[in-house]
Each structure stands twice: as C-alpha cells, then as structure tokens.
C-alpha cells in the first residue's frame, strides 16, 4: 500500500486549497479513506473519512469547510479546504485502512493502518 499527498501549500487564512492523494496497491472496493492532520507537539487527529458506499464522516472543527471525495477512475482522494483559518496549520495526511472501525469514526486514539508521507499546509493571517 502506498499512499502520495500533494497539494499542500502556504495560504492566507479565508482561503482555500485542494489536497490530492493518490493510492497504490488497494482497491476502494475494500479500503476506506481519510485525512488526518497534526501539528508538532500534538496528537495526531482525524479529519474526514469516506466508505467504500460513499458515506463521509467530519470532524467539528471542518464541518461546513471541507470535503472529502474520490475519483475511482483514479484511484485518488480529494480534501477540498475552505474558508481555512490558522488553526488549520498541519501536516495533513492521507490514511486507510481495509475496512472501517473506530478510526472511521473519528474517535480519539484510534488510527488506520496506512498512511501517506504527509503535505504541509501552512495557514497566515
């Protein structure tokens, strides 16, 4: 399994980026996806997440902001941003893990399987 985040960048905060993550060696008809994100000195924490049936699941903190998709044909995974603010400053990742469980929901300590190498996103005010 492999896993390559782009599109990570240094934004005015009220902007917006578009993250991509290409995924090797699985099939979306198995692994569900996601995003994490952490900043140094803190735990890492769950973004969104998507199901094989295109289900979607957001943390408080981004609802209303972002959006997860995929494009199958692709095998790639999107995390639309807006509307970012500072505190979205993070390493965001890409993750996923071959079925769903705790992680999927987001809760606190629970964490899939694989993960991609990261891509910074840097928010300024």
């Known amino acids: 399994v492999r896993l390559v985040e782009s599109g990570g960048d240094s934004v005015e905060a009220g902007g917006s980026l578009r993250l991509s993550c290409t995924a090797y060696?699985?099939?979306?008809?198995?692994?569900?996806m996601g995003w994490f994100r952490q900043v140094p000195g803190k735990e890492r924490e769950g973004v969104a997440t998507?199901?094989?049936?295109?289900?979607?699941r957001y943390a408080d903190f981004v609802k209303g902001r972002f959006t997860i998709s995929r494009d199958r044909s692709r095998n790639m995974v999107f995390l639309q941003m807006n509307n970012l603010t500072p505190e979205d400053t993070a390493m965001y990742y890409c993750v996923s893990h071959r079925g769903a469980g705790s992680w999927w929901y987001l809760q606190p300590g629970y964490f899939p399987d694989y993960w991609g190498q990261g891509t910074q996103v840097t928010v300024y005010s």
């Open positions: 998507l199901s094989l049936r295109e289900n979607t």
């Open positions: 060696g699985i099939s979306f008809d198995e692994y569900y």
